[in-house]
């Protein structure tokens, strides 16, 4: 089992960058695939980024390739999503998932709170 807590959300611009963080307890962090999943308001929780354990697989939803940037730091049992050129599309919850699925799957693995990312002007 695994605990986890998403950090860094907030307001910004549109064309402005974030730092998602989501920070595990727990078991063996390393031990899991991490991925980021948001829901916009009426609409249903999407797959944004993921990396598999140990790093070595990155995978991202089409609109954010480019923009996004999913990292992790086992050594300080986090990971992190690196946010650019935000734009007011991205609005939403974020959600940190951990599970052995690849890809990974919304359905399965651990889930944290939640962090609310607005892009707005």
């Known amino acids: 089992q695994v605990q986890l807590v998403e950090s860094g959300g907030g307001l910004v611009r549109p064309g402005g960058s974030l730092r998602l963080s989501c920070a595990g307890t727990?078991?063996?962090?390393?031990?899991?695939?991490i991925g980021w999943f948001r829901q916009a308001p009426g609409k249903e929780r999407e797959f944004v980024a993921a990396?598999?354990?140990?790093?070595?697989?990155?995978s991202y939803l089409d609109d954010v390739k480019g923009r996004f940037t999913i990292s992790r730091d086992d050594t300080e049992n986090s990971v992190y999503l690196q946010m650019n050129s935000l734009k007011p599309e991205d609005t939403a919850v974020y959600y940190c998932?951990?599970?052995?699925?690849?890809?990974?799957?919304?359905?399965?693995?651990?889930w944290g709170q939640g962090t609310q990312v607005t892009v707005s002007s």
């Open positions: 990396i598999s354990s140990g790093g070595a697989s990155r």
């Open positions: 727990g078991r063996t962090f390393s031990l899991y695939n």
């Open positions: 998932n951990a599970g052995f699925n690849w890809p990974v799957h919304p359905v399965y693995g651990y």
